[in-house]
Nanobody
Framework: QVQLVESGGGLVQAGGSLRLSCAASGGTFSSYAMGWFRQASGKEREFVAAISGSAGSTYYADSMKGRWTISRDNAKNMAYLQINSLKPEDTAVYYC?????????????WGQGTQVTVSS
């Protein structure tokens, strides 16, 4: 069983940046692909980015390319999502997930989410 705990969310002004963190425990971290999803109020959860277990490959939703960077540190059992040039429409709960790469990520485990609110 893998436990995932996100942190780093908060209130930020439009144009600002955030780095979300995901701490993993209870499994072999490098054996899992990691990903980030987000869910805005009243909308479905959507894929943001994924990274392979070795960090050799990264994947982004087409609408997310350019402002987002996913990374991981297997020595620390951590995954990260750097978000730049934040926009009010980025306001959502951001979830970390661990799973297998499959179009592009099939999650097995989820974190509890961290709220990101972008003010205009």
């Amino acid at each position: 069983q893998v436990q995932l705990v996100e942190s780093g969310g908060g209130l930020v002004q439009a144009g600002g940046s955030l780095r979300l963190s995901c701490a993993a425990s209870g499994g072999t971290f490098s054996s899992y692909a990691m990903g980030w999803f987000r869910q805005a109020s009243g909308k479905e959860r959507e894929f943001v980015a994924a990274i392979s277990g070795s960090a050799g490959s990264t994947y982004y939703a087409d609408s997310m390319k350019g402002r987002w960077t996913i990374s991981r540190d297997n020595a620390k059992n951590m995954a990260y999502l750097q978000i730049n040039s934040l926009k009010p429409e980025d306001t959502a709960v951001y979830y970390c997930a661990a799973g297998v790469l499959a179009s592009p990520l099939s999650p097995t485990y989820w974190g509890q989410g961290t709220q990101v609110t972008v003010s205009s």
